[in-house]
């Protein structure tokens, strides 16, 4: 029976609990129903993208924006009166400098004419140092003066030559050109009236310092001058002077003295003793570069000259004694001296030949004092360093140094550069 009455129980209950959960199902669908057309109906609320307003456009071109209360035409002054000022233009210059030519550029090398005759334009240069000669029709050469501006090289030419070449040592690049041949003309000088000039007093006639007399007989062989005296004592010495150096020569118990000298030019003034001059000529010397090494200690010195092409560790095997031979391919030395009382001198000369161009080096050797220098030639002797000259001259452009060597101690044997002396400072050019 309990069972019975259970089971009744649970049916009643089922029963009436079906209605409330069926109304409760019913409205919970409608509210999905409503959420639904609530989310389907109601606009998008997704964020735009800002745009930024456009900035309006006044006279004045500030692009500011418009306050409130101000109207455009007061906007556009106060935004020109506030806008930075332009920068003036800059004014082109009346005499505007010259440009250089760059270094880079070609090259070019010209005959100019100008107000006094010709010159000679050569550009770009571009190094410090500079060496210029040139080569007539007839194979003579010329080094003329000239000065480099703005990169610019510039040389005044004679008149009346033809020039075929032109040889350059542009820093250490040598430089070849050739011209095309063409005489550069003359123009008429003219002669001014020579004012007169008033009779100076007649002056006593110098009286001669020697026995010898001023006049000599003088012959030019190998750009060397031998001048000859006649009618000395003997033991007396005569006295030629050349570019500020004094040649000496002693007469003998014939009463005649001898003097040599090496000429530096195609014309050279020798001045003799009572201070009269007289000119003697070189004819070879504008085809010929000539170093001369002269000094007046009693000590034997070495002259060597190296031309470009060979090698500095090869000059001890150059000769050094006088060479006559036609096959010397190369220059020779001309004249060479013993120690001795006097100016005494060495020559070497290379012909123009149309070898290796560029610097040539010269060396000196002391073969007195030998590899290892004893008495008078070492220490503080009298003869331990011996000063000398060297010279060129020619086609090359003059030019005079003086050098002495170092002292050394003695009994110490010299090194290879003590004993070769090397000079640096003064170097022919080819």
Not at 135 to 147: C, Q, V, Y
Not at 342 to 364: K, P, R
């Amino acid at each position: 029976m309990r069972i019975l009455f259970k089971t009744l129980g649970v049916a009643v209950l089922c029963a009436t609990m079906q209605p409330v959960l069926a109304e409760t199902t019913a409205e919970a669908a409608a509210a999905a129903e409503v959420r639904q057309a609530v989310r389907i109906e109601a606009p998008s609320e997704l964020p735009k993208a800002a745009v930024a307003p456009a900035a309006p456009e006044t006279e004045g071109g500030a692009g500011l924006a418009l306050p409130k209360g101000f109207d455009a035409p007061k906007l556009d002054q106060k935004a020109v009166a506030q806008a930075p000022t332009p920068a003036p233009i800059p004014v082109a210059d009346e005499n505007p400098a010259p440009v250089m030519p760059a270094c880079d550029d070609p090259r070019t090398v010209e005959l100019v004419e100008t107000d006094t005759g010709t010159a000679l334009v050569v550009a770009p240069i571009c190094a410090d140092q500079v060496r210029l000669s040139l080569t007539d029709r007839d194979g003579a050469i010329l080094k003329p003066e000239f000065n480099v501006i703005d990169r610019t090289l510039r040389a005044d030419l004679p008149c009346g030559r033809v020039f075929k070449a032109v040889k350059m040592m542009v820093g250490f690049q040598p430089v070849s050109v050739g011209l095309v041949p063409r005489e550069l003309p003359c123009s008429e000088q003219v002669i001014e009236a020579a004012m007169p000039v008033e009779e100076a007093a007649p002056t006593a006639p110098a009286v001669p310092q020697s026995g010898c007399g001023n006049a000599f007989d003088g012959a030019v062989v190998d750009g060397i001058l031998t001048a000859g005296f006649s009618g000395c004592n003997e033991g007396e010495v005569v006295t030629l002077t050349y570019r500020d150096h004094a040649f000496d020569g002693i007469a003998g118990a014939d009463g005649m003295a001898q003097i040599n000298l090496p000429l530096l030019s195609e014309t050279a003034v020798i001045q003799m003793a009572d201070g009269a001059e007289q000119e003697v000529t070189w004819p070879e010397a504008n085809r010929t570069i000539r170093v001369v090494l002269a000094w007046e200690q009693p000590v034997d010195l070495d002259l060597y000259v190296l031309e470009p092409g060979q090698s500095y560790n090869t000059f001890e095997g150059a000769a050094h004694a006088v060479a006559q031979t036609a096959e010397d391919a190369l220059g020779r030395m001309v004249h060479t001296s013993e120690g001795a009382q006097g100016l005494v001198f060495e020559v070497y000369d290379s012909l123009q030949n149309g070898g290796a161009q560029g610097y040539g080096t010269v060396v000196v050797t002391d073969v007195s004092r030998g590899l290892v220098p004893t008495g008078d030639h070492c220490g503080s002797g009298p003869l331990a360093g011996p000063d000398f000259y060297v010279m060129s001259g020619g086609a090359e452009a003059l030019q005079e140094m003086h050098f002495a060597f170092t002292k050394s101690e003695c009994g110490s044997e010299l090194s290879h550069g003590e004993y070769y002396r090397r000079v640096d400072d003064i170097r022919p050019f080819w």
